[in-house]
């Protein structure tokens, strides 16, 4: 369907990998190849995916990444993850440079600024090396885990999920096939607002997001085959006339 966008005029194909509001998961091997058939670059954003979904940057030959932490990778505000292909490294021009971005920093010399032939030539100034830190043992916990497990497990549970809220004569906006979705499940209730169920669902003591008039439920790898029917129970209660 992008497709049909892509032209010879094409320079950046900016997506996200897992998206927000219907946890569609996009297949980023074809879209790199759509992207490199125009000379275009792929830029996913796997804000929404990095800590649940594998991500093969070489596999799927993929241009750049980028995700915050403090989602999918539970670790805190403050770092992020940007990752740019050998082929993109070169020619990537930062818009925010700084004395660390140097060859060597401590010239603390503004006449010249040499851009570092590493990924240092984005670190514009001192930093929360408290939060990179926190997403270092975040990313070490999560591979610990194994990302493909996580996936799983997070699938496993949204299947459940969709069995319970299908039951309950929901509409689902997350696509059915397991390979075009991760741990987000969103649904609308007919006759409801589907942000004021999230509401109730959340006074319940089942912390799910009210998004664009819909209910979207996030399951990840702290979370259990019990947490899923306690969330439909809750559930129950809140759509009781
Ligand atoms: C796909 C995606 N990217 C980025 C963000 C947030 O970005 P930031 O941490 O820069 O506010 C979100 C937040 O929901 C998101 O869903």
């Not at 770092?79 to 660390?100: E, H, K, M, T």
């Not at 990313?139 to 996936?151: E, N």
Request: glycine share 10%; aromatic share 8%; net charge negative.
């Amino acid at each position: 369907m992008l497709a049909r966008y892509v032209d010879s005029q094409t320079r950046v194909i900016s997506i996200s990998h897992v998206q927000y509001l219907t946890g569609q998961r996009l297949d980023l091997g074809a879209l790199a190849d759509l992207a490199h058939n125009h000379g275009a670059v792929l830029v996913v954003d796997a804000t929404q995916s990095a800590g649940q979904v594998p991500i093969d940057v070489a596999a799927a030959d993929v241009d750049v990444v980028i995700t915050g932490a403090y989602k999918w990778l539970g670790s805190t505000f403050g770092a992020a993850v940007c990752y740019l292909a050998p082929s993109v490294i070169d020619r990537f021009n930062p818009p925010f440079v700084g004395w660390r971005s140097t060859v060597d920093p401590y010239e603390l010399d503004a006449h010249f600024l040499p851009l570092a032939g590493s990924a240092r030539k984005m670190e514009y100034s001192t930093m929360s090396y408290a939060s990179a830190f926190a997403l270092g043992l975040s990313i070490r916990y999560t591979l610990g885990l194994g990302v493909g497990s996580v996936l799983r497990h997070n699938l496993d549970l949204a299947d459940q999920l969709l069995a319970g809220l299908d039951e309950r004569g929901a509409t689902i906006l997350t696509p059915r096939q397991r390979d075009m979705r991760a741990g987000i499940v969103t649904a609308r209730f007919e006759g409801r607002d589907g942000e004021d169920v999230a509401r109730r669902l959340t006074e319940g003591g089942v912390i799910v997001s009210p998004r664009v008039g819909s209910t979207r439920f996030s399951l990840h790898h702290y979370n259990t085959p019990a947490d899923v029917d306690g969330a439909l129970a809750v559930l129950d209660d809140v759509l009781s006339p």
